[in-house]
Antibody, heavy 120, light 107 residues
């Protein structure tokens, strides 16, 4: 059974770059998309973007200018970089796997989430 | 972006009750609607996809219905482990968007 685990610094200074990694275990990354989702305190879930195992990406336009999602299938991991962070980027960050679910797309596997705080 | 309006934002109920959560979208998404459950400190869990299909391993007391812009998640005969937060999510178009969540609490 595929499992996802996020890792990275829990504290990032304003204007710096947030970097997170999601490690995939229990299965192959091939032929799947991989995604990042976040939830700021007191707010709803926000889809950040996804990457196909081959490297094709799709980003949320609201964050597109600041994000980079990359994949390293040899290490079974994918990563998120979010530049020029502010307090508004404080959130629980989840990695998740979007897959085809009978003609639609659903997130069928999620990591437990990692809290990132932006503060000096 | 497609806006998601989920209601109620919180709900108190007792074990054994039947509850219904509603999700409305700002435009038609046909049946591209998923439901998730999240317990504190745990990974979100897919319950329903495609508006009404039950994810493998999810108890049959969970059901989903709707199409177009109006959708519902129903839980018949609440169990203690069902007290959690529930989210709807549209997968009709990117950027994918989520409802604000419904926190289901024990009365």
């Amino acid at each position: 059974q595929v499992q996802l685990q996020e890792s990275g610094p829990g504290l990032v200074k304003p204007s710096e770059t947030l970097s997170l990694t999601c490690t995939v275990s229990g299965g192959s990354m091939s032929s799947y998309y991989w995604s990042w989702i976040r939830q700021p305190p007191g707010k709803g879930l926000e889809w950040i973007g996804y990457i196909y195992f081959s490297g094709t990406t799709n980003y949320n336009p609201s964050l597109q200018s600041r994000i980079t999602i990359s994949v390293d299938t040899s290490k079974n991991e994918f990563s998120l970089k979010l530049s020029s962070v502010t307090a508004a980027d404080t959130a629980v960050y989840y990695c998740a796997r979007p897959r085809s679910c009978s003609g639609t797309t659903c997130f069928d596997v999620w990591g437990q989430g990692t809290t990132v705080t932006v503060s000096s | 972006d497609i806006q998601m309006t989920q209601s109620p934002s919180s709900l108190s109920a007792s074990v054994g009750d039947r509850v219904t959560i509603t999700c409305r979208t700002s435009q038609s998404i046909r049946s591209h609607l998923n439901w998730y459950q999240r317990n504190p400190g745990k990974a979100p869990k897919l319950l329903i996809y495609g508006a009404s299909s039950l994810q493998s391993g999810v108890p049959s007391r969970f059901s989903g219905s709707g199409s177009g812009t109006d959708f519902t998640l129903s839980i018949s005969s609440l169990q203690p482990e069902d007290f959690a937060t529930y989210y709807c999510q549209q997968s009709y178009s990117t950027p994918y968007t989520f409802g604000q969540g419904t926190k289901l609490e024990i009365k």
